[in-house]
């Protein structure tokens, strides 16, 4: 990708605890790169409030106002163009990256997923693993492929699931750990200019 400052844009459809930690470590310069957009699917979300405290330029627009995704893809694809966007990082984007984004940008779509990939893919990650009873789940950072969360590993983080705990404490702790491992891989990405 070359040496210059990497132009990063954030897509999220909720919360956005995932980007508060990326755009933190970008503001204490872990990460080199210029976070330039964030995008949500969804107008009320609070990561939109987030992306304003921190003065990054933010849009948003639904895929129910356009009569295809394709359409819709090609809106956001026009937004990212023209603000010259190298890399797009999901921090909690809840919809599948159709043709016309991962053409667009082959090996520069970054993902988090709160398990251990390849188990527990799809929306329920957390709960599918707290029900299934396995002892260890965690956290997986990949590049994204047309699939649900099938793309290639870039790095995992184990979090244990010890026997007091309940679900809510389980996402607490895979959150915590995502906001660790989410801006680390990053850098270790960006700053070598992978
Ligand atoms: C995270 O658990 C992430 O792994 C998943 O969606 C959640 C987003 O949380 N893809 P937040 O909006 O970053 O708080």
């Known amino acids: 990708m070359g040496n210059s400052l990497k132009r990063v844009a954030v897509l999220a459809s909720g919360n956005g605890s995932n980007f ?13 790169c210029s976070v330039e957009l964030v ?19 933010f849009t948003s627009f639904m895929i129910k106002d356009f009569s295809s995704k394709l359409e819709y893809e090609q809106e956001l694809l026009k937004i990212l163009k023209e603000n010259q966007i190298d890399i797009l990082i999901l921090a909690g984007y809840m919809r599948l990256i159709g043709n016309e984004l ?24 957390i709960e599918d693993a707290f029900n299934y009873g396995v002892k260890y789940t965690g956290v997986t950072v990949h ?20 026997p007091d705990d309940d679900l809510e404490s389980l996402e607490a702790k895979i959150h915590q750990t995502e906001h660790i491992i989410y801006p680390d891989t990053l850098a270790k990405l960006i700053n070598k200019g992978e």
């Open 20 to 32: 508060e930690a990326i755009i933190q470590a970008v503001e204490e310069g872990r990460i080199n």
């Open 39 to 57: 995008f949500s699917d969804k107008p009320d979300a609070y990561v939109l409030e987030r992306a304003k405290n921190h003065k990054i330029p």
């Open 102 to 125: 991962l053409d667009a940008f082959p090996q520069r779509i970054i993902n988090i997923h709160p398990s251990l990939l390849p188990s527990f893919p799809g929306l329920h990650g």
């Open 143 to 162: 590049y994204v492929d047309s699939g649900i969360d099938t793309g290639k590993i870039i790095n995992q983080a184990v979090v244990d699931i010890a």
